[in-house]
Nanobody, 120 residues
Framework: QVQLVESGGGLVQAGGSLRLSCAAS????????MGWYRQAPGKQRELVAA??????NYADSVKGRFTISRAGAKNTVYLQMNSLEPEDTAVYYC???????????????WGQGTQVTVSS
């Protein structure tokens, strides 16, 4: 069974940095997309950054501050967050669209979420 396990959230002051990690475990045939979403209280979940077939996509609000990277062989994705702002406070969710071993199609998977809190 495929699972996404996140780590790296926490509390940081404005201007600080955090690095999130997410590892996909289980029998995986291929991974199409890995990325990060976030959801702040009272707001909809939004895309933060994603890697799709090698292409990097970022939300406008994080461009120049956040960097997504992936260790492909390990099905692990990272999100380096610099110059954090209070507006970045949210629960961050890892996301992957992948093909589990022994199946003929891809599925969407989500991590359990990790809290990022940025104090002013």
């Amino acid at each position: 069974q495929v699972q996404l396990v996140e780590s790296g959230g926490g509390l940081v002051q404005a201007g600080g940095s955090l690095r999130l990690s997410c590892a996909a475990s289980g029998s995986i045939f291929s991974t199409n997309t890995m990325g990060w979403y976030r959801q702040a209280p009272g707001k909809q979940r939004e895309l933060v950054a994603a890697i799709l077939s090698g292409r990097l996509n970022y939300a406008d609000s994080v461009k120049g501050r956040f960097t997504i990277s992936r260790a492909g062989a390990k099905n692990t994705v990272y999100l380096q967050m610099n110059s954090l702002e209070p507006e970045d406070t949210a629960v961050y969710y890892c996301y992957a669209r992948l093909v589990p071993a022994g199946t003929a199609r891809d599925f969407d998977y989500w991590g359990q979420g990790t809290q990022v809190t940025v104090s002013s």
